[in-house]
């Protein structure tokens, strides 16, 4: 009787040895979440010397919009001095921090939006590869006048993302290729 409950508790003990830990929704989240570094801010460059693109914040109402003003009569011999494009303090919330060697060129980064994670679409086995495959979607949140700059983004667009996990002596890692 006591070898029988040995024996019984060395199987157990052995079965669950040998269990795989399935990678849960929540523990992948988590992972994703913190290893992606999401709400990620997407910015864009705005070229403050450059007489286009001065053209463009003024066709697409940015001017209007009381967010720049654009020097229309800037002279030649100023541009050192002067830019065509100047934030107003309306735009201050949008600007992201430049470099001062971007600054001496004349170059701000703007917010545009943040794209968060939203949702786990599907998570599947790839045994072939030993990895575990996390489809999940991303969201554009915050969105920013500044927006309207970039044609091809959409807000209401999901964004379609994948994340590969392999399971280690840690537990569960995105997978470095």
């Known amino acids: 009787m006591k070898r029988s409950i040995i ?3 060395m199987t157990s003990v052995v079965c ?18 913190k290893s992606q570094g999401y709400p990620i801010a997407i910015s864009r460059e ?3 010397g450059d007489p286009e693109q001065a053209r463009i914040l003024l066709k697409a109402g940015f001017e209007k919009d009381g967010l720049v003003k654009i020097n229309k009569n800037l002279h030649y011999s100023e541009l050192g001095s002067k830019a065509f494009i100047e934030f107003t303090p309306a735009a201050v919330p949008f600007l992201l921090p430049t470099s001062e060697k971007d600054r001496k ?11 968060d994670f939203e949702k786990i679409e599907r998570i599947y086995a790839e045994p072939t590869l030993g990895i575990t495959v996390v489809e999940y979607s991303t969201a554009f949140n915050n ?4 927006f309207r700059l970039n044609k091809d983004l959409e807000v209401s667009r999901k964004n379609k993302r994948k994340a590969e996990f392999k399971l280690t002596d840690n537990g569960w890692e995105l997978a470095q290729w």
Not at 105 to 115: F, L, M, S
Not at 143 to 146: G, K, L, S, Y
């Open 7 to 9: 024996i019984l508790m």
């Open 105 to 115: 060129i004349k170059v701000q980064n703007v917010k545009i939006a943040d794209e």
């Open 46 to 48: 705005i070229f403050c």
């Open 16 to 33: 669950i040895s040998c269990e795989k830990e399935e990678l849960t929704k929540e523990k992948a989240i988590l992972i994703i979440r």
């Open 143 to 146: 969105v920013t006048p500044f």
